[in-house]
């Protein structure tokens, strides 16, 4: 199975906390790769959206996929592997899937390509600063400190991964992927989903020549 996802994405905001006092309190995360163009060129292509984030989301909706139809929850831990894991806490926990397997998924993901639509621009200028205000959850109103600086990017983004897996793929699996690849419309992914950044408004799927 050799196949590119292309993804069209309202925006990003991916990031971690910068160092600066201020302007900025949190940075956009580019995820960096050397990857060969048409002519057999090395080129640099750096994504706010990395492989492993496409991954994580692909395996959230399988996972919702699979609570509404438990016949598949075989295909999902063959294709996404064990629950992710960070010390003793899980980062992502699929009910119904055995927390003790000892498997390793057979998906892979690797980007190829990422540009900025709106303008035709490249996603790392297409950064802007963007303030947000925090609001106290106990009290309802501004907490102490709230002002916050961050990166992001409102220009829509196409992002290609290429999906690849280390063996065949079974029906299910297939069906499975499938499935999961079509609800991503609507999905978010990274920060700020709740005001409209990396929301998926677009997902294709082209077969890719081995």
Known sequence: MLRDVILIVRGMRSVQPSDE???????IMWYRRLVRDGNGNLRR??????????KGALRQVACTIVTHDPSLRDAYLSLFGRDVWIGRN????????????EVDGKLVVELVDVRALDGEREPTKAVEVRPRVRIDAETGSVSKGALVFSEAISSRLEV?????STSDLTEDERRLLE??????????????ASVGFGIVEG?????VSS
């Open 21 to 27: 006092v201020r302007k900025v309190d949190h940075r």
């Open 45 to 54: 292509v750096e994504s706010p959206i990395s492989p492993s984030a496409f």
């Open 90 to 101: 899980a980062v992502h926990r699929c009910p119904g899937i055995d927390p003790s397997a």
């Open 160 to 164: 290609r991964f290429r999906l690849s």
């Open 179 to 192: 499935a999961s690849l079509r609800a991503l419309m609507g999905w978010g992914i990274g920060g700020w």
């Open 203 to 207: 997902v294709r799927v082209e077969e």
